[in-house]
């Protein structure tokens, strides 16, 4: 059986309720991070917000992507507290990537995906320490 721990319905991630897409747990903190920019009234550009482990008071903005049209979608923390997140162009071309920050938001690495407009849209880590990627489009 599941239990609710906690439940906040309409959290504002600003600019008209942002549309969240991933979503995970900081392993050490607690604090929930949210990939959030799919809402075409800010050109898609992607940001990741926090929020306390409680979910009270407002989304605090950790990272933002460094155009329009780059959606930040799944979001994946690792057990040392940075965290991986895949990056959908949303223009038909080349550009989507994954990308690896710590957890005040600074980049740590990026790379691009394989091919042309994958749009991908989760990510996970195996145990063989691969890389995992759910694509709309192709496969990678």
């Known amino acids: 059986t599941?239990?609710?721990?906690?439940?906040?319905p309409n959290v504002d991630f600003g600019n008209s309720n942002q549309w969240p897409w991933g979503v995970d747990v900081h392993p050490h903190?607690?604090?929930?991070?949210?990939?959030?920019?799919?809402?075409?009234?800010?050109?898609?550009?992607?940001?990741?917000q926090r929020l306390p482990a409680d979910l009270s008071g407002s989304p605090v903005l950790?990272?933002?992507a460094a155009t329009a049209n780059d959606r930040f979608m799944?979001?994946?923390?690792?057990p040392d507290?940075?965290?991986?997140?895949?990056?959908?162009?949303?223009?038909?071309?080349?550009?989507?990537?994954v990308r690896r920050y710590y957890s005040n938001g600074t980049l740590i690495t990026s790379a691009?995906?394989?091919?042309?407009?994958?749009?991908?849209?989760?990510?996970?880590?195996?145990p063989d320490g691969n890389i995992y990627i759910s694509t709309w489009f192709n496969q990678c």
């Open 2 to 8: 599941m239990t609710e721990v906690s439940f906040r």
């Open 29 to 48: 903190t607690g604090e929930v991070y949210v990939a959030v920019g799919f809402n075409p009234s800010t050109g898609y550009q992607g940001r990741i």
């Open 62 to 64: 950790v990272a933002t």
């Open 74 to 78: 799944g979001l994946k923390f690792l």
């Open 81 to 97: 507290g940075t965290f991986w997140v895949v990056s959908d162009r949303w223009n038909g071309t080349s550009g989507d990537q």
């Open 112 to 126: 691009a995906m394989p091919g042309t407009s994958n749009n991908p849209n989760d990510i996970d880590f195996g």
